[in-house]
């Protein structure tokens, strides 16, 4: 008994008094990464021309011969590079190097080593990952950037492919991980300077969370200035005046972003997208999406659903 009570009277002495052995508050930007889908696809035909999503993608591809064109800059998408698109970025791609006007796919589903074997040689297989990272995050300058292939990350990008090779719906904990992992590291290159986050001021930052991270909610001008104690009118002109939008403009932009994700990468019903970003019934939504997107939700899920972007 007496061991036990020293051991424990040793513990309790050296625990700091405040539990931590430092006072100085710090601070952090937590990043918050959603993975969406991460598929591997052959293609034979990969024709687009503007596309544009509110998400990220991450791209390699098993053989050189692909390009992806952002304005007048085209890079090469091959074994020995990653390529990183930020959201809202309108970017094109090729594979016979003449980029085209049109929409045209060839493709489809590699999901298990003979198939891959089989058709390697003459397909380009095509790994990509869309994602999410946070509404600070996902605030950036459109651009595409291009970065080398490190050995760390090449072990990663083979264990997903080995992965795809047996299972391509569930992914467990560990490569759930090495995701994760593989678009932190690139992210983590990008020039400091393309991360926009278009305000400075606290208390719009604090609305904008607020937005984003509870998209059913009406967020009535009303509520969110209470949140940061303003007056009505006053927070709608500082609003304004750091993002160049009205909060309500902004309020449905942010649903009909979310929606976009919901049709591309889930099979959801519409009435069930509508109601989960807040929207009372399908024709109100249907509206709206179609004066934001210019097309409507059943068009855009048609055009875009489950095809490699």
């Excluded at 209470?226 to 009205?246: D, P, Y």
Aim: charged content about 20%; hydrophobic content about 40%.
């Amino acid at each position: 008994m007496y061991l036990i009570e020293t051991f424990f009277a040793m513990k309790i002495d050296k625990v700091p008094v405040h539990g931590d052995p430092s006072e100085v508050i710090q601070q952090f930007v937590n990043m918050n990464i959603k993975v969406l889908c991460c598929r591997f696809w052959w293609l034979r035909e990969w024709e687009s021309h503007n596309m544009s999503f509110p998400y990220w993608r991450l791209y390699w591809n098993s053989k050189p011969g692909a390009f992806v064109k952002f304005g007048t800059k085209v890079m090469p998408l091959g074994p020995e590079n990653i390529i990183i698109i930020p959201p809202h970025t309108a970017f094109s791609t090729t594979i016979d190097g003449h980029f085209k006007t049109t929409y045209s796919l060839d493709g489809g589903l590699v999901d298990n080593l003979e198939q891959y074997l089989a058709i390697q040689n003459e397909n380009i297989c095509h790994l990509f990952i869309h994602f999410k990272l946070g509404f600070l995050f996902d605030h950036i300058k459109p651009n595409v950037f291009s970065f080398p292939l490190d050995g760390y990350s090449a072990g990663i990008k083979e264990s997903v492919l080995s992965y795809f090779m047996s299972e391509h719906r569930n992914f467990d904990m560990q490569i759930s991980i090495k995701l994760h992992t593989l678009i932190s590291h690139y992210i983590s290159l990008l020039p400091p300077e393309s991360f926009d986050d278009g305000t400075k001021d606290l208390r719009i930052i604090r609305v904008l969370a607020e937005i984003n991270q509870n998209i059913k909610a009406p967020h009535k001008n009303d509520d969110l200035a209470r949140e940061v104690f303003l007056a009505t009118n006053s927070f709608i002109r500082l609003f304004k005046a750091e993002l160049g939008e009205t909060p309500q403009n902004y309020v449905l932009r942010k649903k009909i972003e979310f929606a976009c994700v919901q049709l591309h990468h889930t099979t959801l019903s519409i009435d069930d997208i509508a109601e989960s970003v807040g929207f009372k019934n399908r024709y109100h939504f249907s509206r709206i999406f179609k004066a934001v997107t210019a097309t409507s939700p059943a068009a855009f899920r048609k055009k875009w659903y489950n095809m490699p972007k």
